[in-house]
C-alpha cells in the first residue's frame, strides 16, 4: 500500500501559489494607455468646425442614432441593440469638432454598454406569537436590465467607418 509522504517544501509551495492566485488581480487599465499620436478616433477636413460636426450629426441621425445636439460642435448620440433575447447592447458615440490651424478635426468616441436580463424573485414572511417565524419564496416574472459591463470601443475599423460616412457627407 502506497503512502504519500508530508514534503513541508512542497506543501508550502503549493499554498503560496494557491494564495498568489486568490490574491492576483488584473493589471491597472492605465498601463495599457500608450498615448500614441497615431490614433482611430480623429479625423482632419478642411471643413469648419461648425460643418464637420453638422455632418457628423446628420451621419449619426442616417444610422438610426439617437442624437442629442444641444450643443453644435459637441454631438453624443445613442443606439440600442439586442442581440439576443436576454442582452441589450447600447453604443453611445460623442463626437467634438475643433479648429485646428486651417482646417479642423472631429476626435470620435464610441462607448459600448452591455446589460443582461435578471429576473427578481419576492419572498413573504409570515409571523406567528410563540411559534417564530417563516419565510416564503414567492415567485414572479419581474427582470430588469443590469449593466454587466462597459467598454471603449478602440477598433480602428469602426472609426474609419463612421469618418468615411462623415465625408461622404461633406460633397
Excluded at 9 to 38: K, M, N, Q, V
Excluded at 60 to 73: I, R, T
Excluded at 83 to 88: I, K, S, Y
Aim: hydrophobic fraction near 35%; include cysteine; proline fraction near 7%.
Amino acid at each position: 500500500m502506497f503512502r504519500p509522504q508530508y514534503n513541508p517544501l512542497l506543501s508550502g509551495l503549493a499554498l503560496s501559489i494557491a494564495l498568489g492566485a486568490c490574491s492576483s488581480s488584473p493589471a491597472p487599465a492605465y498601463r495599457a494607455e500608450s498615448f500614441e499620436a497615431d490614433t482611430p478616433f480623429q479625423f482632419h477636413s478642411e471643413l469648419p468646425p461648425l460643418l464637420l460636426c453638422e455632418n457628423g450629426k446628420r451621419a449619426l441621425l442616417s444610422q438610426g442614432y439617437e442624437v442629442d445636439a444641444s450643443s453644435p460642435l459637441n454631438i453624443r448620440g445613442s443606439k440600442f441593440f439586442q442581440p439576443q433575447a436576454e442582452l441589450q447592447v447600447q453604443l453611445r458615440i460623442t463626437l467634438v469638432c475643433v479648429p485646428t490651424g486651417k482646417d479642423s478635426t472631429v476626435y470620435a468616441n464610441a462607448l459600448q454598454t452591455r446589460y443582461e436580463l435578471k429576473s427578481s424573485g419576492s419572498s413573504t414572511g409570515l409571523s406567528v406569537t410563540g411559534i417564530g417565524s417563516i419565510s416564503v419564496p414567492w415567485p414572479t416574472d419581474k427582470g430588469s436590465l443590469v449593466k454587466v459591463g462597459e467598454e471603449t470601443i478602440s477598433d480602428a475599423g469602426f472609426y474609419h467607418r463612421l469618418f468615411v460616412l462623415i465625408e461622404t457627407l461633406q460633397h
